[in-house]
C-alpha cells in the first residue's frame, strides 16, 4: 500500500458528504489593468486566516477563466453577499461576458469591483498561492474593509443557494 487512502465511495460521496456543511457565499473581483475588464468569480470556501497580519483565503478552481483576469489586478474586492443576492452570484458564477452588466456595482477605495448591497467588503491583495489538488488556495492580505449592512447571509447548502431557516 503507498499510504494513500481510498475514499469509499468517491468524489461524488465527498461531494454529498461536504455540501451539508453550510458556508457562506461570497464574490472576488478584480479589473484587469490591461484590458479595464471587470472579472469575478463567486467562492463558498472563504475564511478569516489571521488576524495580525490581516489575511483572508478562499479557492479557486484551476479551469477558473476568471481568475487569471482577477490575480493581474493587483487588487481584488471580496463581497459578503447577503440572501437578497442569490441573483448575483448565479450571474457571478456563469462563465463568460461581461458578468457585471445589470448589476448595482461601485468600486473599494484602490480601484476594484464590489457589488452593492453586500453585507461587508474586503479590498485585498494576494499574498500566497498555494496548488491544492484541482483548485488553489489563494491567501490575501487586507488592506481596507467595511461592513454598511446588516442582514441575513447568502448560504451554499447540498450544492445550492440558500437562506438561513429556509
Keep these: ?64 477563466t476568471s481568475w487569471p483576469h482577477i490575480r493581474s489586478a493587483g487588487l481584488l474586492a471580496v463581497s459578503i453577499l447577503g440572501a437578497g443576492q442569490r441573483e448575483a452570484a448565479t450571474r457571478l458564477a456563469t462563465p463568460g461576458g461581461d458578468k457585471f452588466t445589470g448589476l448595482p456595482w461601485r468600486t473599494s477605495p484602490g480601484g476594484a469591483p464590489l457589488l452593492d448591497g453586500a453585507l461587508a467588503w474586503l479590498e485585498c491583495a494576494v499574498e500566497a498561492e498555494h496548488p491544492a489538488g484541482d483548485h488553489t488556495i489563494v491567501v490575501a492580505r487586507v488592506g481596507a474593509l467595511d461592513a454598511p449592512h446588516d442582514g441575513e447571509p447568502l448560504l451554499f447548502f447540498r450544492g445550492a443557494f440558500a437562506r438561513l431557516g429556509h
Aim: net charge positive; charged share 15%; proline share 6%.
Design 1 to 64: 500500500m503507498s499510504g494513500m487512502l481510498e475514499l469509499e465511495g468517491g468524489p461524488r460521496c465527498l461531494r454529498n458528504v461536504l455540501g451539508r456543511f453550510a458556508t457562506g457565499v461570497v464574490a472576488v473581483a478584480g479589473r484587469d489593468p490591461a484590458s479595464g475588464r471587470r472579472a469575478a468569480l463567486v467562492a463558498n470556501s472563504f475564511c478569516s486566516v489571521s488576524l495580525e497580519p490581516p489575511l483572508v483565503s478562499f479557492c479557486v478552481a484551476h479551469t477558473s
